[in-house]
């Protein structure tokens, strides 16, 4: 007796409190509260995410009996097979989880079987009441309330906000006890994203890319909008979509937003940054002239321009509206790997943006060396050899457009608590300055003359002045490149002071005429012209000089038929050379004023560049030039007005089929 009163003295007195402590414990069940996701909103507070309550149903394996009885009535209601919840039902854990997410009709099923130890609980889901608009860039959320994919993920932090936690005294049947004791810690809920994104614009460029993807049979397309003066993401459309309430549907590789995650050779549209460095080193301005053959052999290997094509003698300005691969391949061997690869690293390649995005890459940029890489860096002067993201090349292009400031691109605009007080506010924040505003003005204005005299027509939207450069880049192989491109544009708009800037990309498109001015530059133009519109941007008529000639207008990729009907609009006559479909050059170039009725030449792809005997013009009027030249399979260029004095090339020379002979004419 006297060891038992010690033994319960002990017990009682010594260890009483840490007993009581572990005894209560024991019968304290403590159950996880999920807090309220933050909900996810456009710019404009347009919900694109938010969470709703929905049914869950998790077992206590101590409180069943019949566990095959249980998972027999329990499986017709639930996405396990009967084995699968005899599993989960002998678990050791104290409680387990079924399944979340149920219907209503499900969850009242299975309330009213009155199973022991199957307990309902009020559980938050993720729901995207927008379903797939701007999928690739919300992303995904999980069961447990985490974020997966997307933006979703990366604020997932900011947005999960913090669980509580709910204990109730419970005996070893898993009952309640009446008059038990019950802690209930609330949870905080997360906060609310504002986004860059504006859904009408998303919108705009989802059913535009769409269109384009289909009508082209390409494999992907994707559309980027931004605000080129702060960076912000208006709009990230890519097709195919996916919806975001039924992601298991869809594989992980099309979930993945591509404008951020993978790179790809830009082409022609990386013209305009050679061109900016160029400038800004005064190596060039837009009068020099170039020497542009159909071919030019550099560092070991050859430089070509698209379809063999020789421009002959243009001035820079040309060059960037016919782009012309040579001249701008001359151009960056003539700045120097150094000085070319410190351009395109503050223009933002190379190297990652910030965007609050994840799995962003820096993509790919040949470093410079002493020796061995001529050729390499000639290739990237026309965009070839080096590889970029969606985004970067943008950016890039917003640079142009904002004074030569480039900004950090950004998807969240506010961050607000659950209540829509301000938090966060997030500034506009300039990376760098790649080019002076007097370079980047000049370069505006040559993008203008792209769309204007070149092959970026299409992209024109009236009374907007649009800016751009085409692109039809090679996609590269094991040992080279396969016959598969990519054809893209991107600009901006107004030009005088830029409201929009945008990216259009189509992968691998199989048709005809698979070229960035003939199939990206449109759904640009439709994207451009809708989202200006709905900002209330007006437009404006574009002074000219009043003028008793007519214009020669661009018909620069344009098809035959789409070619004649414009000419003959104008009051135009034409000749058209060469077996191919769309307009390659035309004589006279796009914007010079010539007499009514003038024949415009056109010519079309003729395949391999043939060699002809350029014939004497010297003497002749420009009628008479103009058809020796055009008979001959040649180009002109006139300089000048009255009778030919000299040419170049001189006569005998052999040169390239389709070749310009720049001729001088004197009164």
Request: glycine share 10%.
């Amino acid at each position: 007796m006297l060891a038992l009163m010690v033994r319960l003295g002990y017990l009682q007195i010594y260890r009483g409190e840490e007993l009581a402590l572990r005894a209560v414990a024991q019968r304290m069940r403590p159950q996880t509260i999920d807090a309220q996701r933050g909900r996810i909103l456009d710019r404009n507070y347009k919900t694109l995410a938010v969470s709703v309550g929905a049914d869950a149903v998790y077992a206590l394996p101590d409180s069943i009996s019949d566990v095959e009885g249980t998972a027999r009535q329990l499986a017709p209601y639930l996405s396990l097979s009967e084995a699968e919840l005899i599993s989960l039902l002998t678990s050791e854990k104290s409680s387990v989880w079924l399944a979340r997410g149920l219907t209503v009709e499900t969850a009242e099923a299975i309330r009213r079987l009155g199973l022991p130890g199957i307990r309902l609980v009020q559980r938050p889901q993720r729901y995207y009441p927008q379903g797939s608009l701007a999928a690739h860039v919300l992303g995904i959320a999980g069961t447990d309330n985490q974020g997966l994919e997307g933006i979703e993920y990366f604020y997932d932090e900011i947005l999960r906000g913090i669980p509580g936690q709910q204990a109730t005294e419970r005996d070893a049947a898993q009952r309640s006890i009446p008059g038990g004791e019950t802690k209930v810690v609330p949870p905080q809920p997360g906060h609310d994203l504002v986004l860059t994104i504006d859904t009408v614009i998303q919108y705009i460029a989802e059913t535009h890319i769409q269109q384009a993807v289909i009508s082209s049979n390409s494999e992907r397309g994707l559309v980027l909008v931004m605000n080129p003066k702060t960076g912000e993401i208006l709009a990230n459309a890519i097709y195919p979509t996916f919806d975001p309430n039924y992601y298991q549907e869809v594989s992980a590789e099309r979930r993945r937003n591509v404008a951020i995650t993978d790179q790809y050779e830009p082409g022609s549209t990386f013209k305009f940054v050679t061109a900016a460095a160029a400038l800004d080193l005064g190596i060039t301005d837009e009068h020099r002239i170039f020497e542009s053959p159909s071919a030019w052999e550099v560092g070991g290997g050859r430089v070509r321009n698209l379809d063999g094509r020789a421009f002959g003698r243009v001035t820079f300005r040309e060059a960037i509206e016919r782009s012309d691969n040579i001249t701008f391949a001359k151009l960056s061997v003539e700045m120097g790997p150094d000085r070319f690869y410190r351009y395109i690293q503050n223009f933002g390649f190379g190297r990652r943006l910030g965007v609050d995005f994840p799995g962003e890459i820096a993509g790919t940029v040949l470093s410079p060396s002493r020796s061995g890489q001529t050729l390499q860096w000639a290739n990237t002067g026309f965009g070839q050899g080096i590889a970029v993201t969606p985004l970067q090349l943008l950016t890039a292009v917003c640079a142009v457009a904002n004074d030569g400031k480039l900004m950090r691109p950004h998807f969240v605009k506010e961050i607000r608590d659950a209540h829509g007080q301000l938090v966060k506010h997030v500034e506009p924040e300039v990376l760098g300055t790649p080019i002076s505003p007097q370079t980047a003005a000049l370069v505006s204005e040559l993008l203008r003359s792209v769309v204007v005299n070149g092959n970026g027509n299409r992209a024109e939207v009236p009374g907007y002045f649009v800016a751009g450069k085409t692109g039809t880049a090679e996609v590269p192989e094991i040992g080279g490149y396969g016959d598969d491109i990519i054809a893209s544009f991107v600009g901006f708009a107004p030009v005088d002071d830029p409201a929009l800037a945008a990216l259009v990309v189509l992968y691998k498109p199989k048709v005809e005429s698979a070229f960035g001015g003939v199939l990206a530059a449109p759904v640009f133009r439709e994207v451009m012209e809708e989202s200006l519109e709905y900002l209330g941007v007006k437009r404006r008529q574009e002074s000219r000089q009043r003028s008793a000639l007519p214009t020669v207008p661009n018909v620069l990729a344009l098809t035959r038929e789409e070619a004649q009907a414009r000419l003959a609009q104008g009051g135009f006559f034409w000749t058209m050379e060469g077996e191919g479909t769309l307009v390659t050059d035309q004589t006279p170039s796009p914007g010079v004023r010539v007499p009514a009725q003038t024949t415009v030449h056109l010519y079309f792809d003729q395949g391999e560049p043939q060699e002809v005997e350029v014939p004497s013009v010297l003497g002749l009027s420009m009628l008479d030039a103009s058809t020796v030249l055009t008979q001959a399979g040649l180009r002109i260029k006139v300089v000048g007005s009255g009778v030919a004095v000299q040419q170049v090339p001189t006569a005998g020379m052999q040169v390239p089929k389709g070749s310009l002979v720049e001729v001088q004419f004197e009164l």
